[in-house]
């Protein structure tokens, strides 16, 4: 059941670019250079000839069913390059109930929205939530004025189809969509089988796993290449989207699970979590028939995750602690991380599973700051975010995107989720099942 070695570690495209620092990890964006300024010319310049410009207005509707993976990465990318971002309620109430047991609490409710002019309206899939999004007068409304007005508007997965494709916005467009719709595109648009495809103002894509690629030129369509381009660098993204991923295995030993049928996997999340990480993961490994339990190790279930969106937590951490897991796995996000540093109950765990030689793992902010402060990396090789990778007593093998050294897993951060999150689930259940879900995924060319 071991995983294939990578052969050479992998070089994100970005890799040229100067290490970020932790501030700039905050923020996931590179901030400016200080600009120069001149005090006497400051008097003859008015107000009104400096205000910034306002920021993009976006609208991202959700459901009962939204895919939670489409959704989250999509706020979260646009929110990294500034944009003003509603995430909005097609329901009765703001918390939606996502696919895979995710739980997102929305900003606002459509109805409040119906009198806000977006400059781009950005549809998650996942079924029924597109479907609930596709009845929604108020939202058809919007979109279809979005469109005569000649303004952004997107969809991803099933919601090309069952959304845009219903309400007649694709015609005379090229589109793609999930594969299981696409003989049905081809009666609403011209179906093409793009990652991402871009047509006018009109933007789709296929899956899951194509969703950052499509937030990122969501951005660009936006804000144009550059801000794209400084927004994807901190997402450490492939290169090479679609193609087979590696990772790298050190000391080869079986992931077990004997507490169940399914392997017990604990997430927790806090203030401040990544939320592309978390639910990238929770989603993927609840996808697998793993048993993910979601704790919060805040005073409250509901957690802000570091670009504000509201996640629900299925318990708090004490209840979640007086379980046995076959696998702990943290998401990164400076403010999450520090937050399970200073969890002594998370920390006791994490010890237990790695004395009991049991799987344990972190990505991105987390193995710099949570796991290597603690001791639990003593004698492994592990990598994390490039601009923490010298806070690692050992970062001979940081520059791999996913390293598996025995029972322990570390990754790199949001654009290595996916791969991180495959990894377990092809330790647990093996390369069919991995291949399974990157076929559903679209991670891989089909």
């Known amino acids: 059941m071991a995983l294939r070695h990578a052969v050479a570690p992998h070089h994100s495209p970005f890799a040229s670019r100067p290490p970020l620092s932790p ?69 009765e109430q703001l918390r939606v109930d996502a696919c895979e047991g995710m739980k997102i609490v929305a900003d606002a409710l459509i109805s409040d929205c119906a009198d806000t002019a977006f400059d781009l309206i950005a549809l998650p899939g996942g079924l029924p939530g597109a479907s609930s999004l596709r009845d929604c007068k108020i939202l058809e409304n919007l979109v279809k004025k979005q469109a005569a007005d000649g303004r952004l508007y997107a969809a991803i997965c099933a919601s090309p189809v069952v959304v845009l494709g219903s309400w007649g916005l694709l015609k005379g467009l090229k589109a793609t ?6 003989e049905q595109l081809s009666s609403l648009a011209t179906a093409v089988e793009s990652r991402v495809q871009v047509d006018g103002k009109t933007v ?30 901190p997402l450490v993204m492939r290169s090479n989207h679609g193609d087979e991923y590696h ?9 077990t699970f004997n507490r169940g049928p399914q392997p017990q996997i604990l997430v927790p999340i806090a203030n401040g979590s990544e939320e592309m990480e978390a639910v990238i993961i929770i989603d993927v490994l609840r996808r697998s028939k793993a048993n993910v339990v979601v704790a919060s190790v805040e005073d ?27 696998l702990i796995v943290l998401p990164g996000g400076l403010g999450g991380a520090q937050a399970f540093a200073k969890c002594e109950k998370l920390v006791n765990l994490l010890k237990k599973q790695k004395e009991s030689n049991r799987p344990y793992g972190a990505i991105c902010a987390s193995p710099a700051l949570v796991l290597e402060p603690h001791g639990l990396l003593k004698g492994k090789k592990a990598t994390a975010f490039p601009a923490m990778c010298n806070k690692l007593s050992d970062a001979s093998e940081a520059e791999n995107r996913v390293v598996v050294d025995g029972n322990l897993i570390t990754s790199r951060g949001p654009g290595t989720s996916m791969e991180f999150a495959l990894a377990i689930v092809e330790k647990f259940f093996g390369r069919k099942k991995v291949l399974e879900l990157t076929k559903a995924f679209i991670f891989t060319h089909p």
């Not at 990772?247 to 992931?255: A, H, K, T, V, Y």
Request: hydrophobic residues 45%; proline residues 9%.
């Open 23 to 91: 501030a700039t990890f905050a923020t996931g964006i590179a901030p400016p250079p200080p600009k120069k300024t001149n005090a006497r010319l400051s008097f003859s310049v008015s107000a009104s000839s400096m205000a910034s410009p306002p920021p993009k207005k976006v609208l991202v509707p959700v459901a009962d069913g939204s895919e939670p993976l489409e959704a989250v990465v999509t706020i979260d990318v646009l929110r990294r390059a500034g944009a003003d971002v509603t995430v909005a309620s097609a329901e």
């Open 204 to 233: 789709t894509s296929r899956g899951p796993g194509t969703t950052m690629e499509y937030a990122v030129t969501l951005v660009e369509q936006l804000f144009g290449k550059e801000k794209a381009e400084e927004v994807a660098g």
């Open 300 to 326: 409250k279930v509901e957690i802000e995750a570091s670009r504000k969106v509201k996640l629900v937590a299925d318990m708090l951490f004490d209840e979640a602690s007086k379980l046995s897991y076959d």
């Open 247 to 255: 990772i790298l295995e050190l000391n080869p030993m079986d992931w």
């Open 177 to 182: 969509c999930a594969p299981i719709f696409m």
